[in-house]
């Protein structure tokens, strides 16, 4: 198969950040692919910025290194990387003072794709947008991409909105939710919208319920101190299994063109009914092993913060009416997997009898690890024996379909910046949905606050608590699997 990789225009690519963790471990190596794919034109810039005291000689070095680290031994041919590093920059900014500000107006050329990644803390998002605007380093072909969180709630995102449209149209600004950027996402839409076999079953009608699970094996090590401020809900459920959901949810767009799907996605969110509370369950991790309970690994020991959460959600519109959607996310759970199952309702009539067992028609699209999407279809066993049903998966999975190229699917970030790069917001929030996204959060939050609700516990390395498999029991379902 012929490899299509679209070139993008000249670019200058300002990653404010550039030393951070963040830059190091997804960016720059993303940046990197995207070079080694032919992507990154040979005039084209990327330009670190950060606090640290370093020249472009050193910043090299640090890229080197955060190569090294991140990418195999094989995916990084020596030729390939000090290519890449002809055409990296690097300027010293305090992003709060005016040090290097002059410098870095000056480096920016004319007349090409100016993009400023702000892979910094929140707090410094507003002083950025200021000084690029006050140092005259925007302009009409400039856009900002922001990080998430974006605000802790509905008054912090509104304020930020405001702070960047102060300076940006919101035809620049570019809010990453990197959950969009992956390849079975947009395969997703391709599935739903490019065929005529999936839409006229994408309904109440025919789909029972929706689970929607983002299990990470990982706790908060580390990050302790920030992640008890958040909690599972405002850290993955208000934007990327919210953005998942509207993902199946949504009506077909017009066109595949930015406003035309986040106009639809909108609508969903607007469309959420706030669950009661006893379809949430909130939890947190707990262990025999001293240092490895969630209590443990924050400073508050009587802290409440969940780790985990699960939902029972309801999109209230003619195509949802009756369907639960059931959203779970947690950290130190049995794997780390994450998929979106559809599962569709019985056959209206079983000819082979209920002796042969319940089988149901499931779309399973996976997300990590092993990115892919299977449709289980209920067929009769082989062999002799009579008739027996078995369901086996049709395996939609890039790298069998594909060849080899299905095998090499581009990481979030890289399809995300060079997203970026071509002026396309398609797979970027829009403001009014991450205001809309914040106005369904906060009551929830502020629920569970106001009655003190505790959260149940769930042992490490299992599927969270007993609560989250007895919402789903309690209706005859259950979910899925976190494999391994
Ligand atoms: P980090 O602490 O590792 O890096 C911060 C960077 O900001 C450094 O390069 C530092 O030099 C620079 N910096 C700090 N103060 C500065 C100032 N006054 N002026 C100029 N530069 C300054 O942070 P990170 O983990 O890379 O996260 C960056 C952003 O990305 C944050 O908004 C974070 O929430 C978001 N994010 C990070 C991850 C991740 O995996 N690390 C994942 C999702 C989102």
Same mark, same amino acid.
């Given at each position: 198969m012929v490899s299509r990789v679209i070139p993008v225009d000249d670019f200058d690519l300002v990653i404010f950040g550039g030393t951070g963790d963040l830059a190091r +471990? %997804?960016?720059?190596? $993303?940046l990197f692919r995207r070079f080694q794919a032919g992507q990154m034109p040979e005039s084209a810039r990327i330009i670190g910025a950060a606090r640290s005291d370093l020249d472009s000689t050193g910043y090299r070095k640090d890229v080197a290194n955060a190569l090294k680290e991140f990418l195999p031994e094989t995916a990084r041919p020596k030729g390939d990387v000090k290519a890449f590093l002809k055409q990296i920059e690097y300027i010293a900014i305090d992003a709060t003072g005016d040090g290097g500000w002059k410098e870095l107006s000056s480096l920016l050329r004319d007349d090409i794709v100016r993009a400023f990644y702000f892979s910094v803390a929140p707090s410094l998002f507003g002083a950025l947008a200021e000084r690029l605007h006050g140092y005259q380093c925007s302009g009409p072909a400039c856009r900002i991409v922001v990080e998430k969180p974006f605000g802790r709630d509905l008054e912090s995102a509104r304020a930020l909105n405001k702070t960047l449209r102060d300076h940006f149209d =919101?035809?620049?600004?570019y809010r990453i939710d990197h959950y969009l950027g992956k390849e079975t996402v947009q395969y997703l839409m391709a599935v739903r919208f490019g065929n005529v076999l999936f839409e006229p079953l994408w309904n109440a009608q025919y789909i029972d319920h929706v689970q929607i699970t983002v299990a990470e094996s990982v706790g908060v090590n580390g990050r302790g101190a920030y992640y008890d401020r958040s909690g599972a809900m405002r850290d993955m459920v208000q934007?990327?299994?919210?953005?998942?959901?509207?993902?199946? /949810?949504? &009506?077909? !767009?017009? +066109? *595949?063109? !930015? #406003?035309a799907v986040r106009d639809e996605k909108l609508k969903v969110i607007r469309a959420l009914e706030s669950p009661e509370p006893s379809d949430i369950v909130r939890g947190q991790y707990v262990s025999a092993s001293e240092g490895e309970s969630y209590l443990d690994?924050? &400073? #508050? !020991?009587?802290? +409440?913060? =969940?780790?985990f959460i699960a939902l029972k959600l309801r999109v209230s519109n003619w195509r949802w009416a009756g369907v639960p959607f059931y959203l779970r996310t947690g950290k130190r759970l049995k794997a780390r997997h994450s998929e979106i199952a559809v599962v569709f309702k019985d056959a209206p009539h079983s000819i082979f009898g209920q002796a042969l067992g319940r089988h149901r028609n499931v779309l399973a699209i996976r997300l990590q690890p092993n990115e892919g999407m299977d449709l289980l279809v209920t067929i009769k066993e082989p062999g002799p024996g009579g008739m027996r049903l078995v369901d086996v998966p049709l395996d939609m999975t890039f790298a069998d379909a594909l060849g080899p190229e299905g095998d090499d699917v581009p990481d979030a970030y890289e399809r995300l910046i060079m997203d970026v790069i071509r002026g396309d917001q398609t797979l *970027?929030?829009? $403001? #009014? &949905?991450? &205001? /809309? /996204?914040w106005a369904w959060t906060d009551?929830?939050? %502020? $629920?569970? %606050? #106001?009655? $003190?609700? %505790?959260?149940a516990t769930y042992d490490v390395g299992s599927t969270g608590p007993e609560d989250a498999a007895v919402m789903l029991h309690s209706e005859g379902r259950r979910w899925r699997d976190i494999a391994s």
């Amino acid at each position: 198969m012929v490899s299509r990789v679209i070139p993008v225009d000249d670019f200058d690519l300002v990653i404010f950040g550039g030393t951070g963790d963040l830059a190091r +471990r %997804k960016i720059l190596p $993303g940046l990197f692919r995207r070079f080694q794919a032919g992507q990154m034109p040979e005039s084209a810039r990327i330009i670190g910025a950060a606090r640290s005291d370093l020249d472009s000689t050193g910043y090299r070095k640090d890229v080197a290194n955060a190569l090294k680290e991140f990418l195999p031994e094989t995916a990084r041919p020596k030729g390939d990387v000090k290519a890449f590093l002809k055409q990296i920059e690097y300027i010293a900014i305090d992003a709060t003072g005016d040090g290097g500000w002059k410098e870095l107006s000056s480096l920016l050329r004319d007349d090409i794709v100016r993009a400023f990644y702000f892979s910094v803390a929140p707090s410094l998002f507003g002083a950025l947008a200021e000084r690029l605007h006050g140092y005259q380093c925007s302009g009409p072909a400039c856009r900002i991409v922001v990080e998430k969180p974006f605000g802790r709630d509905l008054e912090s995102a509104r304020a930020l909105n405001k702070t960047l449209r102060d300076h940006f149209d =919101e035809s620049q600004i570019y809010r990453i939710d990197h959950y969009l950027g992956k390849e079975t996402v947009q395969y997703l839409m391709a599935v739903r919208f490019g065929n005529v076999l999936f839409e006229p079953l994408w309904n109440a009608q025919y789909i029972d319920h929706v689970q929607i699970t983002v299990a990470e094996s990982v706790g908060v090590n580390g990050r302790g101190a920030y992640y008890d401020r958040s909690g599972a809900m405002r850290d993955m459920v208000q934007n990327h299994l919210m953005q998942l959901l509207c993902l199946i /949810a949504m &009506e077909p !767009p017009s +066109r *595949f063109d !930015p #406003d035309a799907v986040r106009d639809e996605k909108l609508k969903v969110i607007r469309a959420l009914e706030s669950p009661e509370p006893s379809d949430i369950v909130r939890g947190q991790y707990v262990s025999a092993s001293e240092g490895e309970s969630y209590l443990d690994q924050v &400073e #508050d !020991p009587s802290s +409440r913060t =969940e780790s985990f959460i699960a939902l029972k959600l309801r999109v209230s519109n003619w195509r949802w009416a009756g369907v639960p959607f059931y959203l779970r996310t947690g950290k130190r759970l049995k794997a780390r997997h994450s998929e979106i199952a559809v599962v569709f309702k019985d056959a209206p009539h079983s000819i082979f009898g209920q002796a042969l067992g319940r089988h149901r028609n499931v779309l399973a699209i996976r997300l990590q690890p092993n990115e892919g999407m299977d449709l289980l279809v209920t067929i009769k066993e082989p062999g002799p024996g009579g008739m027996r049903l078995v369901d086996v998966p049709l395996d939609m999975t890039f790298a069998d379909a594909l060849g080899p190229e299905g095998d090499d699917v581009p990481d979030a970030y890289e399809r995300l910046i060079m997203d970026v790069i071509r002026g396309d917001q398609t797979l *970027f929030m829009r $403001g #009014d &949905e991450v &205001e /809309a /996204a914040w106005a369904w959060t906060d009551p929830l939050i %502020k $629920g569970w %606050k #106001d009655r $003190g609700d %505790k959260p149940a516990t769930y042992d490490v390395g299992s599927t969270g608590p007993e609560d989250a498999a007895v919402m789903l029991h309690s209706e005859g379902r259950r979910w899925r699997d976190i494999a391994s």
